[in-house]
């Protein structure tokens, strides 16, 4: 087990698990996971029909994430204005379970655990392309749950694209 707080870790070959241990109660986290507008603070905002089989919008809008603003690394400049995408939903328990159809045909699913005052979120990513996707993902999710866990405590978010970079040369370095 990951501590609530670490890096993601490989539990398959292509798929990356992180968790993180955040101020309940479970509602409150559900919404931060399903709420376009509360999940826009930290991943990206759209609506989701909450069905199996509804359509999942993320409009992810990265430079708003946080007070400090900067522009996206070399090789992602076209996502300064923002990047869209559309899933669906595969599976859904609220308010423990959703797992979404995620781009390029892998899937996450987000789980909440109650920890006395506390939630653990589980995030599972599946079907991972290959390393590169991997390290993309497992540096991406690093950095947006560490957004969220800001939110969640009351702090200010740091920058995501400088937090994303030195993430993804971790994961670099700790995924072979």
């Given amino acids: 087990m990951t501590s609530a707080n670490g890096h993601g870790r490989l539990v398959a070959p292509d798929t990356v698990r992180f968790e993180r241990l955040l101020p309940g109660p479970v509602d409150r986290v559900w919404a931060y996971v399903t709420d376009g ?4 603070k930290w991943l990206a905002s759209g609506v989701w029909d909450l069905r199996v089989g509804g359509r999942v919008e993320l409009n992810f809008m990265h430079a708003d994430l946080s007070p400090i603003k900067e522009p996206p690394p070399p090789g992602f400049e076209q996502m300064a204005g923002g990047h869209s995408a559309v899933g669906e939903v595969l599976a859904i328990d609220p308010p423990r379970m959703v797992a979404i159809t995620w781009e390029g045909g892998s899937n996450v699913t987000f789980e ?45 978010p740091k920058p995501f694209w400088s937090a994303w970079l030195a993430l993804k040369g971790e994961y670099e370095a700790r995924i072979p």
């Fill in 112 to 156: 909440l655990a109650e920890r006395g005052d506390e939630v653990l979120l589980t995030l599972t990513h599946r079907k991972l392309a290959s390393r590169a996707e991997l390290l993309n993902v497992a540096g991406g999710w690093h950095t947006h749950l560490g957004v969220l866990e800001d939110q969640a405590r009351g702090r200010a």
């Fill in 37 to 40: 507008e509360m999940r826009g």
